[in-house]
Structures are given as structure tokens and as C-alpha cells.
């Protein structure tokens, strides 16, 4: 027999976007409804296994049920942003797993598939409809059972025409007759005032419908009577509206419907692009090992030469070709360049290419190349040079005189490709250039991990280092041709051979402090447990949240505000709700933050503490973000927990490697703001920061009209929220619940700050206009940012790319700014002279440690090198401080 699965979409993807918590890709497109969205269906077509599947999605705001009552679905709020945006994603991945999709003009999802189950029906097909709408339950047949979401999308309750007496005594049909009794706010379905759910159902128990109830509204007494011959009319309208139509013309029939399964590769590259990654994983779609004859045939053309100390041949080659190198290769195995394993170098020419296993390149018969590897005027052009550099480091191996890196120019080029697309893999196949294997594919994956034999292995990176000086050729090209030659030569070249000093220098991390930390916070949690057992009464485990939800909810008899699959949910959003209610949740919520700053921050970074330094090296990713910003990784020093008191205090721990050394941080005073201030033009935020006015209270002052000196707390909180929001280009749904208030307050609070600072408006149209005409975005140093969907007929996508033009300049620019000052102040250090060192960028603040008596020096030089890195309108400032540790610094 056939089975067919017929999703609502529209009500399938609001669910998936409640349920689930905020997901962006590097784009900074949101995801987590499309990724609701497809985990549900993986688990449909896993369980069910259907022969035909649809989504039917609405086509429009307007249907038929507005000719006849204008109000349907009026009390509807404007779906966010966030999530309309993700529509169209969700279809194009509906087309990547080749599932069918159906809409029509004038007709709701709902009746799409009422359509196709009464052909189920009449066809004798197995048919099951997922949904969120217990509308649907109308549908229900012999053949045909629905399922409505809960929980999300994660868990489903179905329901066929047994169930459906079971649960609420009727047959399906008689659902009609339910919601026009009750109605439906959801949808404005009036019903008959005052009649709930249960009413509606002793009603229906006793006459069957809508009709006879209308009928029989004599036998009824007091204000039920009344109501009911009132609101017939209601009744009769309401009970017309929730009945789903269900001779749909459709377009597309049974045929269309038809499902074969998908294809790997084209699944595969819709989850890189929207980085679905343990999707990729569980569906196993990360490429499968083409061994060892497949790598050594990525080189069949190439003359390679394996050198060892011993081959005098090999080593006399070696040496005559390196003055003819175009490009190096270092094969790099493992993600942390402070833990990872140098597998071998290789050194390509035209003609020939040398691969060194790391081995020999430590002995004393390759004393040469180490030289080589070492001169700064050998220039070398490579692949993801920066982590070359410390992997080498660490093996005991200089590598200096990097003039051209590959990836980097590649992320510069396109900021917003997936890490694939970063791979010589996939820049080998963006330019047209021979193929070259993806790592997964030659060594496997995970468990499967496994290095080929020597020759394959040494073909595989030959084919690496011969294809990067060919990748380099277009780069360079492309990089003078979009204006960001000097952005790569003047910024983000030099500013890789700085981090990789800072990341080698680490901070140094008092491990003594860090435990007497763990001790204090040891001491809180046990306390807060005590605590809790006392308020609830008995012990249990608090870290259970099956337990914890039994005592919450049953024993103290809290309400309930969520359930899961497994039973009550107890997540930070349910227990902050919950707050008012009882003693006891303030007191679990502290104490699941200190288990966490105990477990991840306090065990988390002295498992970091490299025993031969003493010392805590980071490593900083930068092609990662979109917007230029740099990413702090193994472990993230940029995310140390500053809210809380405890929090702050793990900085204590980093202290400076040197006795009688300060900790001096240095950090910008609003720097997006300036930058929106001087891109804008707009006079009100100049004069700000000109008179260096506080700017929330400015932005108060003039949205609510009041005097500097009449703005409270809660206005000026409420200006920082709004000023900060323009700046990541924010809505009215991400600004209602920033501040707890209704979207309309919102949108009106966003209105009075653009007509209050109108350059800032201005801006905002202006360069949405200039990026539809150029398709791209660019910040003050001339970083690029494509946007293809700017000209999108999908309104949505199109939304998402006018928000991306607004606010990619501001923020793009200011991770600029601290990159130039990074690059400046190294440069200081070295023409000045001075024992300081820089270690560690935090967002917009520079950590330096420092020698007593360059200390007073350092005060005023870091600040100057800030605040000069770039001319604007408005002043940029730094802030200084220093200590004994980076705690007294800040």
C-alpha cells in the first residue's frame, strides 16, 4: 500500500522556530527553524518510510474565508523577521531532499491537504498529515491519521477516528463543530463567547452540532441561552471558517507526489551551506575515503620527490629547486595548531615538488631548508599560513618571510563561505582548477581516521602544494580587481604573523588561583544546595531535571510552563518565569551557574595550562566571522564570563609572566556607535560624542523628549538597547524581548529613534539603495561583503540582505579598527624597543603585560595607538586601566 505524509508547513515551521533555541550560520542568516524543520522530517522518513511525501505551505495572506469575514486570522501578530527569512530556506532544502511542495493562491496549507487525504481516501493510500493545528483532526479517516506536533516538533500525538472518541468523545467531522462552538483565537474565529473547550464538548455530547445546538437553544438556561441565541450567527460563521476545503484545484496531483529519496552529494551541499554539520554526520555526508590509489592519482602528472637525510640525490634536488619555490604546502593534522601534528612540508616549482616528512626536516643533513623555512626574504606563498606557523613552532621550526596565504585572500574574496568552501578542495572547484580530494576523503573521518601509505600520502600533499600557487595567481588578481589588495597587504598579512606571536607567547595562568576559585565556588554550590534541599523540603538530585520537575511542579505544586518528551521542562526560560513564585528557583538558577563556571571555566582552563609555559594558549580564527571579527578558540578567552562577580573573578588567574610585571587592558568606548556616528553623519550623534556626552542618555533624551537630566534608569536602559540593536540591525520582535516589551512598543520605540535621528535613517536607505546597485556592502578599509538575495524577488531573503547592507559597515569596520591597532601597536613595540608584549584581544579591549618601568609609557601609547588607528569624525576613545592580574586591570 502507498503511504503518503502530508506536512503543513507554515505550522510545522512557526512550531520549530519557538521550539528551538536561536541558530545563525556565518551569514548571520537564522537557521533554527529549518533546522527544527529538517530534524523532524529526517525523523519522519526514518520511521515512516513513505512512498509519497508533500509540505503545503500558504500562498498568501488573503483566501477565499476573507470574502466572507475580513477579520480571519486578524488578531495575528506580523510574523518576526527571523523567522520569515527562513521560508524560503526551508523550500530550497525541501527541493535538495526532493520532497514535493504545494501552494495555491486563495487557499491555506489546510486545504491542500484536506484535498489530497480525501483523494487518500477515495485511492485506498495510507495517508498520515503532521501539523501543529488540531484543525486537522477533521480530517481524520480510516485511512488517514494526523498527527499534531508537541513540544515543539520533536514529539507528535496521533490520532485516528479511535483516538479521536477516546480523547474527546466525537467523530472527526464533529471537530468542525467543536471550533465553531469555542472558536479559535489563533485564527479569530469568534465561536460563541464564554464557551470553552469543555462546554463546547457537554454541547456537542448532548446534540451533535452546531445546528441542533442552534436548535435546541431553548432546552438551555440563564446566560448560556442568551449567549447562544446571540451569537448564532457567530456559531454558524465559525464552524464555516474551520471547516477545511477540500476540492482544492490542484495544479499538481498524485504523480508529483512521489518520493524516491534523495541524493547524498545535493543534501550534502544544502547542510555546508546552511551548516548543519552533526546533521551531516548522522546521515553520514561528510565524502567517503577514496584510499590511497585515489590520492596518488590526484597526482598522476606531477614529478614529486620524496626527500629523506639519507638520499643524497633527493636533498642536492632539493636544494638547487628551492630558489625557484612558488608556493609551500604543510600538511597540519589536527584543529588546535598547539596540539596538532605536522605530517610533512612541500615545496613546489613548475617543474617539480618536494615533499619533506617533518622527521627529516628536524635532522641535521636539512640544516639548509630549516634556513630556508626560516629567511625572511624567501618569500613564501601558502595555505592557512597561520597555523602553519605554530604547528612548526612547536615541533622547534621558524617559518618566516609569508608573503601570500591562500585562505586567507579566500575569505577575504568571499567572507561568507562555508569551511568546505575554504578547503584547496573547494577553491580548487570554485576556479575551475584540477580536482584535488577533500581530507575527509582521502583519511576518513572520526574512528575511520587513517593516514595512506607513504607514496599516497606524499602524492596527495604534492597535489595540495601545486594547486595553492595556482589558486594564489587568481587570487591576487581578484583581490586588486574588488579594491582589497591593501586591505590583505596593510591588515590582515601582518596581522597573522601577530597573532601567531601572541598565541606562542600565551598568558600566563595561575593554576593556585584557579583552584582556590574552585574551592570558594565548591563552597557556594554546597551552600545553594543546602539551600535548596531546605526550601524543597528533601534532597535530591538538582542536576536531574526529571527530579528537579518533580519537585518543582508536583511537590510545590509550581506551575506548570513546558513539558518535554521525558516530562517537565525545567530550561533557564521556564525557572526565570517561574522566579516570582517561590524562594526556591533564584537559588537553583545561581546555583546552575556556578556548577557551570565551575565545571567549564575553573576544571576547563587548568586542563588548558601547557606544562612546559605555564601558560594558556589561545588560538585566534580569522576566517570565521562575516563581519571581520576574530574568534577565540582551544579554549575561547573572549567568552570568560564577566557578569557575574564569580565570573570576573577567574581573571584574576591570568597574571604577567614576569615579576614586578603589570596587566594593562586597554578597551573601546563604543567604538560601533562612533562608527555609526561618522558613517551616518548624523549631527546628533556627532555632537555626542564631540562633547563626549553619555550616549544612552543623548539617544533617551532626544527619542522620549526630556531634558539629560529627566532620564531615568529605565529610559536610558531602554536607549542602550535600541542604540546597540540599530547596530546589529535588530527588529521589533528581537527588541521586544530584549526588553520585555510588546512588539508594538517596540516598533514604535525603533520609529521614534529614526525620526529623532534621521542621518542614521538616511544611512540606512542610502546604502540599502547603494548595495542593491553594486551587490555588496563595504567597511571604511574597502572588506567586502557580497549580497547575492539583495535583489531577491522572496521578500524575506530579500529583508535579510537589506539588514545585512545596514549594519555589515558598522560592525565590519570596527573589527577593523582594533585589527589596524593590533598592527600598529606591534609595530611600536618593535621600532620603540620595549619588553611589553601584547596577549590577548577581547572583543574591542587589547590585554598587554608590562615591564614597571614601561608602565607609564605604555598608559599613554596604547591609548594613542587606539584611538589614531583611523581618522573619523568623531573622537574614538580608549580606556586604560592595570593590576597585578587582568581582574585588577579591568
Known amino acids: 500500500m502507498d503511504k503518503w505524509i502530508l506536512i503543513d508547513g507554515n505550522s510545522i515551521a512557526n512550531r520549530a522556530f519557538y521550539a528551538m533555541p536561536p541558530l545563525t550560520n556565518a551569514s548571520g542568516l537564522h537557521t533554527n527553524a529549518v533546522y527544527g524543520f529538517t530534524t523532524m522530517l529526517l525523523k519522519l522518513l526514518e520511521e515512516e518510510k513513505p512512498t509519497h511525501m508533500l509540505v503545503a505551505f500558504d500562498a498568501g495572506k488573503v483566501t477565499f474565508r476573507h470574502e466572507g469575514y475580513g477579520d480571519y486570522k486578524g488578531g495575528r501578530q506580523k510574523t518576526p523577521s527571523e523567522l520569515s527569512e527562513q521560508f524560503p530556506l526551508i523550500k530550497e532544502l525541501l527541493k535538495s531532499f526532493g520532497i514535493s511542495q504545494f501552494e495555491l493562491s486563495g487557499y491555506e496549507a489546510d486545504d491542500i491537504i484536506g484535498t489530497l487525504t480525501r483523494m487518500a481516501d477515495e485511492q485506498g493510500a495510507e495517508a498520515l498529515v503532521v501539523s501543529g493545528d488540531k484543525d486537522m483532526l477533521q480530517l481524520a479517516s480510516n485511512q ?23 480523547k474527546y468523545g466525537l467523530v472527526p467531522l464533529q471537530i468542525i463543530d467543536l471550533k465553531g462552538l469555542m472558536g479559535d483565537t489563533s485564527d479569530n474565529i469568534p465561536g460563541i463567547p ?32 442568551e449567549k447562544v441565541e446571540q451569537h448564532k450567527d457567530d456559531a454558524i460563521m465559525s464552524k464555516k471558517l474551520a471547516t477545511i476545503f477540500r476540492e482544492v484545484p490542484l495544479e499538481q496531483g498524485v504523480e508529483e507526489m512521489k518520493y524516491s529519496g534523495y541524493e547524498k552529494p545535493v543534501l550534502a551541499e544544502a547542510f555546508r551551506k546552511l551548516e548543519f554539520k552533526s546533521l551531516m554526520e548522522r546521515l553520514d555526508l561528510t565524502g567517503e575515503a577514496v584510499g590511497a590509489e585515489g590520492a596518488a592519482q590526484e597526482a598522476a602528472n606531477l614529478t614529486i620527490v620524496s626527500v629523506t637525510a639519507e638520499d643524497d640525490d633527493a636533498l642536492a634536488s632539493l636544494a638547487s629547486m628551492l630558489p625557484k619555490v612558488e608556493s609551500i604546502y604543510s600538511e597540519v593534522i589536527g584543529d588546535n595548531p598547539h596540539q596538532s601534528e605536522t605530517v610533512a612540508i612541500a615545496v613546489a616549482s613548475p617543474d617539480v615538488i618536494h615533499v619533506v616528512p617533518l622527521a627529516e626536516v628536524q635532522t641535521e643533513a636539512l640544516g639548509f631548508f630549516r634556513e630556508w623555512l626560516a629567511s625572511a626574504d624567501a618569500s613564501k606563498t601558502g595555505f592557512d599560513m597561520h597555523r602553519v606557523e605554530l604547528s612548526l613552532a612547536w615541533h622547534g621550526v621558524s617559518i618566516k618571510g609569508i608573503a601570500f596565504d591562500v585562505q586567507l585572500a579566500a575569505y577575504l574574496l568571499d567572507p561568507t563561505s562555508t569551511d568546505s568552501a575554504q578547503t584547496i578542495s573547494g577553491l580548487c ?71 601567531a606571536g601572541m598565541e606562542l607567547q600565551g598568558i600566563k595562568a595561575d593554576a593556585s588561583v584557579i583552584e582556590q576559585l574552585g574551592a570558594e565556588l565548591e563552597g557556594r554550590v554546597l551552600e545553594l544546595k543546602g539551600k535548596i534541599y531546605e526550601l524543597a523540603g528533601m534532597e535530591f538530585n538538582i542536576g536531574s531535571p526529571k527530579q528537579l520537575g518533580e519537585v518543582l511542579f508536583e511537590k510545590l505544586g509550581l506551575p506548570v510552563k513546558k513539558k518535554t518528551k521525558t516530562g517537565y521542562s525545567t530550561d533557564a526560560d521556564v525557572l526565570e518565569e517561574l522566579a516570582p513564585y ?5 537559588s537553583i538558577l545561581m546555583y546552575r551557574q556556578l556548577s557551570k563556571l565551575q565545571s567549564t571555566y575553573v576544571e576547563g582552563l587548568l586542563k588548558e595550562i601547557r606544562p612546559n609555559t605555564g601558560h594558556i594558549h589561545t588560538f585566534y580564527r580569522q576566517t570565521i566571522a562575516a563581519t571581520g571579527r576574530l574568534s577565540s578558540q582551544y579554549p575561547n578567552l573572549q567568552n570568560i564570563p564577566i557578569r557575574l562577580e564569580e565570573g570576573r573573578k577567574i581573571r584574576k588567574a591570568f597574571v604577567p609572566s614576569e615579576p614586578g610585571w603589570y596587566m594593562l587592558a586597554a578597551d573601546y568606548s563604543q567604538i560601533e556607535l562612533r562608527v555609526l556616528a561618522h558613517i551616518s553623519g548624523d549631527q546628533g550623534l556627532k555632537d555626542a560624542f564631540l562633547h563626549d556626552m553619555d550616549i544612552h542618555t543623548k539617544t533617551a533624551s532626544d527619542v522620549f523628549g526630556v531634558q539629560p537630566e529627566d532620564v531615568d534608569s529605565n529610559m536610558r536602559r531602554q536607549a542602550k538597547a535600541v542604540n546597540f540593536g540599530i547596530v546589529y ?12 516589551i510588546t512588539r508594538k512598543e517596540a516598533a514604535q520605540f525603533i520609529e521614534q529613534y529614526f525620526a529623532a535621528f534621521q542621518g542614521v535613517r538616511k544611512y540606512m536607505d542610502d546604502i540599502v539603495m547603494q548595495a542593491r546597485h553594486d551587490g555588496y556592502v563595504t567597511t571604511l578599509l574597502e572588506r567586502r561583503r557580497y549580497l547575492p ?23 565590519g569596520t570596527a573589527a577593523d579598527i582594533i585589527k589596524l591597532a593590533m598592527v600598529k601597536m606591534d609595530q611600536e613595540l618593535r621600532n620603540r624597543g620595549l619588553k611589553s608584549r601584547m596577549l590577548l584581544q577581547v572583543h574591542d579591549e587589547l590585554v598587554f603585560e608590562v615591564p614597571e618601568d614601561e608602565l607609564e609609557m605604555m598608559k599613554s601609547l596604547v591609548p594613542e595607538v587606539m584611538e589614531s588607528a583611523i581618522e573619523l569624525d568623531v573622537p574614538l576613545k580608549a580606556d586604560v586601566s592595570y593590576g597585578h592580574n587582568w581582574y585588577e586591570a579591568k
Open 144 to 166: 488517514v491519521t494526523v498527527a499534531i506536533t508537541r513540544k515543539g516538533v520533536s514529539e507528535v500525538e496521533r490520532y485516528s477516528p479511535a483516538e479521536i472518541q477516546e
Open 194 to 225: 464564554g464557551v470553552g473547550e469543555k462546554t463546547a464538548l457537554k454541547l456537542l455530547h448532548e446534540y451533535g452540532s452546531v445546528e441542533q445546538v442552534l436548535e435546541h437553544s431553548g432546552d438551555l438556561k440563564g446566560k448560556m441561552k
Open 429 to 499: 572547484g570554485k576556479y575551475g582548477l584540477p580536482g584535488v580530494a577533500s581530507d575527509e576523503a582521502v583519511y576518513g573521518k572520526g574512528a575511520k581516521f587513517k593516514l595512506p601509505e607513504t607514496e599516497a600520502l606524499h602524492a596527495f600533499i604534492a597535489a595540495k602544494a601545486d594547486a595553492v600557487r595556482h589558486l594564489a595567481d587568481k587570487q591576487r588578481a581578484e583581490l586588486e580587481k574588488s579594491g582589497m589588495y591593501k586591505l590583505y597587504y596593510d591588515l590582515e598579512q601582518p596581522l597573522s604573523r601577530v597573532l
Open 582 to 586: 517561590h524562594d526556591i528557583i533564584p
Open 729 to 740: 540591525g535588530i527588529s521589533d520582535f528581537g527588541l521586544s524581548n530584549n526588553l520585555g
Open 789 to 811: 538575495e539583495i535583489k531577491a524577488s522572496n521578500f524575506n531573503l530579500r529583508s535579510f540582505a537589506e539588514r545585512t547592507a545596514m549594519n555589515t559597515p558598522i560592525q
